[in-house]
């Protein structure tokens, strides 16, 4: 990976990675609907050949790199923000709660999670329905990185570890009355959803 990634910056980025994010992002046409779509790919794009590295490890370095540009590259800031990286603990309570099936989007964690129609794409939905300045009026009002950074921190067991599967027993629904969305949840199964899953595949 360092090889590969030595010669991407090299032979790719000409020895100016800054310079190569900022050609990428302004090589897309910015009266385009699906701008930032596109800007996403155009850097994420030519990454995905550096050896071992996924969309996900791509998500979170950029996502960081780019939110760092601040009002000097306001355009980096736009496009970081709408970075998001699946883990299997977003993945999870996605399942969980039930929005991938109400979305028709059932699948199991891996590539199909960054896929038109996956994780990525209803996390964006998502955000798009949250206005993140109620937060924190520095941020953008849509604001999809928070929105799954916030659904991690909930997960996760150095966060605020509700909905993880050290809480809850995957072969039962959730039973924590004390979780505040258990009245909007579906408490969906997970092992017997990715059964059901993995039978109509």
Request: net charge positive.
């Amino acid at each position: 990976m360092a090889y590969s990634l030595f010669l991407f910056m090299r032979d790719v980025a000409d020895d100016d990675f800054v310079g190569w994010i900022d050609r990428q992002l302004g090589a897309v046409n910015p009266h385009s609907p699906d701008r930032l779509a596109a800007r996403r790919e155009a850097i994420i794009g030519p990454l995905r050949n550096v050896y071992g590295v996924s969309d996900k490890v791509v998500a979170m370095a950029l996502s960081s790199l780019l939110l760092g540009g601040g009002k000097q590259r306001p355009l980096w800031l736009d496009v970081g923000a709408t970075f998001v990286a699946v883990d299997t603990l977003v993945h999870n309570f996605l399942h969980r709660t039930g929005i991938l099936q109400r979305l028709c989007a059932d699948h199991l964690y891996g590539d199909r999670c960054y896929r038109p129609g996956g994780c990525s794409s209803i996390l964006g939905l998502l955000a798009a329905n949250i206005d993140a300045r109620e937060f924190n009026r520095a941020f953008p009002a849509t604001f999809p990185r928070f929105v799954q950074s916030a659904i991690w921190r909930y997960c996760a067991e150095n966060g605020l570890d509700v909905c993880n599967g050290n809480r809850i027993d995957d072969d039962t629904r959730c039973d924590n009355g004390h979780c505040q969305l258990f009245r909007r949840c579906d408490r969906i199964a997970l092992r017997s959803q990715r059964e059901k899953i993995t039978q109509n595949q």
